[in-house]
């Protein structure tokens, strides 16, 4: 248990929708990253978090937003969504702000766009 | 061109084999190299982190980064059912906070 939670394990939806992803990270961890895994692209970086502020984005589409909250727990918003949407999404923490430092992953939130 | 290119496999090796995974990099900037070891329906988990070049070793794992080719490598010896997962490279430039990600390699130790 690497001790990042994350809900909904899994998402089924439908296309146009929105959907809301939370994070809670280890315990003492200000680090929040986002990941989208498919089949086809790997792990994609999506954008991190440090302390409550926005430290880097990735290949996040406009469609998607992220907050971190006081008490460090994070979210993902993906709005009309698409079939290509689909994925498996982890969010990662790490307790320093570069993640030159080890990242710990939830299990992820398997998202089904039909 | 990717950034960061790994072969997906997947791979099959017999217990007690030696598994080599290899990724290859085409940004010089990239100074720290990791292994994470993802099983089904988990999260990617830390394996072996390396930040010069050379070999470094943790049991029956051994991570090789050759920075002049940019070129970094897994092993595994004695392979066992239970090293059966995903492996990724990742890379990290100094001072940046956009990891990279292979596309990871499917292992399979049958026993």
């Known amino acids: 248990d690497s001790g990042v939670t994350q809900t909904p394990k899994h998402l089924i939806t439908a296309t146009g929708q929105r959907v809301t992803l939370r994070c809670s990270p280890r315990?003492?961890?200000?680090?929040v990253y986002w990941y989208q895994q498919s089949l086809d692209q790997g792990l994609q970086f999506l954008i991190h978090?440090?302390?409550?502020?926005?430290?880097a984005k990735g290949n996040i589409l406009e469609r998607f937003s992220a907050q971190q909250f006081p008490d460090l727990h994070s979210e993902l918003n993906l709005s009309s969504l698409e079939l290509g949407d689909s994925a498996l999404y982890f969010c990662?923490?790490?307790?320093?702000?570069?993640?030159?430092?080890?990242?710990?992953f939830g299990e992820g939130s398997r998202l089904t766009v039909l | 061109q990717k950034e960061v290119e790994q072969d997906p496999g997947p791979l099959s090796v017999p217990e007690g084999a030696i598994v080599s995974l290899n990724c290859t990099y085409s940004?010089?900037?990239?100074?720290?190299f990791m292994w994470y070891r993802q099983y089904s329906r988990k999260g990617p988990e830390l394996l072996m982190y390396?930040?010069?070049?050379g070999n470094k070793e943790d049991g029956r794992f051994t991570a090789q980064v050759d920075k002049s080719s940019k070129y970094i490598s897994l092993f595994i010896r004695d392979s066992q059912p239970s090293d059966s997962a995903t492996y990724l490279c990742a890379m990290i430039r100094f001072n940046n906070n956009d990891m990279r990600f292979g596309a990871g390699t499917r292992l399979t130790v049958k026993p």
């Open positions: 390396t930040y010069s070049s």
């Open positions: 978090y440090y302390n409550g502020e926005e430290r």
């Open positions: 940004n010089s900037a990239f100074q720290y």
């Open positions: 990662a923490s790490s307790v320093v702000e570069g993640s030159a430092g080890e990242l710990f």
């Open positions: 315990s003492g961890d200000l680090s």
